[in-house]
T-cell receptor, first 114, second 109 residues
Framework: DAGVIQSPRHEVTEMGQEVTLRCKPI?????LFWYRQTMMRGLELLIY????????DSGMPEDRFSAKMPNASFSTLKIQPSEPRDSAVYFC????????????FGPGTRLTVL | EDKVVQSPLSLVVHEGDTVTLNCSYE??????LLWYKQEKKAPTFLFML????IEKKSGRLSSILDKKELFSILNITATQTGDSAIYLC?????????FGAGTRLTVKP
């Protein structure tokens, strides 16, 4: 398996534009997580899915952020409209089970909003 | 409010030194504590701890959990420059995972 795949790897956009980040989890993994990492706040959990269903989105910073998982092999994180403070590295991770299992992280998407 | 606190936030040592990284937590519905190493890419898994007092080892790295005092330590012996990274502690709660801010370790030759 190629591991968790994220795209794009780098994204530079202007304030106000819509940004869509994509993630393909490891095949067979039932849980998918979106994280955001910044220098100021470290690694934060934004939302996670179980079997394509959003379970907890309490970490989503505000309504400008939305996430979907239309099928078991694909998820998106969308920011609309983007703001400079959204600049961060966004990680996607997947795991086959809950209950103290290792999460496999993708390479991340570095987002810069000008 | 649940929290995971790592200390120190940064640490500079020389090759060959031994370091101890700390992670204390206060969370509801504790399930496990995990350590990750992050270099210039995504975090990579080191250890998962669920039981108190049982040390986990992998080469020069070891870790132990104290569920009574609510902390864990990560030890690295005979440090090498390749150990330079951010070490993240994460606590799995009932529904999700909370990360600490990380400890930035720099190992100088």
């Amino acid at each position: 398996d190629a591991g968790v795949i994220q795209s794009p790897r780098h994204e530079v956009t202007e304030m106000g534009q819509e940004v869509t980040l994509r993630c393909k989890p490891i095949s067979g993994h039932d849980y998918l997580f979106w994280y955001r990492q910044t220098m100021m706040r470290g690694l934060e959990l934004l939302i996670y899915f179980n079997n394509n269903v959003p379970i907890d989105d309490s970490g989503m910073p505000e309504d400008r952020f939305s996430a979907k998982m239309p099928n078991a092999s694909f998820s998106t994180l969308k920011i609309q409209p983007s703001e400079p403070r959204d600049s961060a590295v966004y990680f996607c991770a997947s795991t086959p089970l809950r209950g103290g299992n290792e999460q496999f992280f993708g390479p991340g998407t570095r987002l810069t909003v000008l | 409010e649940d929290k995971v606190v790592q200390s120190p936030l940064s640490l500079v040592v020389h090759e060959g030194d031994t370091v101890t990284l700390n992670c204390s937590y206060e969370v509801t519905n504790f399930r496990s504590l995990l350590w990750y190493k992050q270099e210039k890419k995504a975090p990579t898994f080191l250890f998962m701890l669920t039981s108190s007092g049982i040390e986990k080892k992998s080469g020069r790295l070891s870790s132990i959990l104290d569920k009574k005092e609510l902390f864990s330590i990560l030890n690295i012996t005979a440090t090498q420059t390749g150990d330079s990274a951010i070490y993240l502690c994460a606590v799995e709660r009932g529904n999700d995972m909370r990360f600490g801010a990380g400890t930035r370790l720099t190992v100088k030759p």
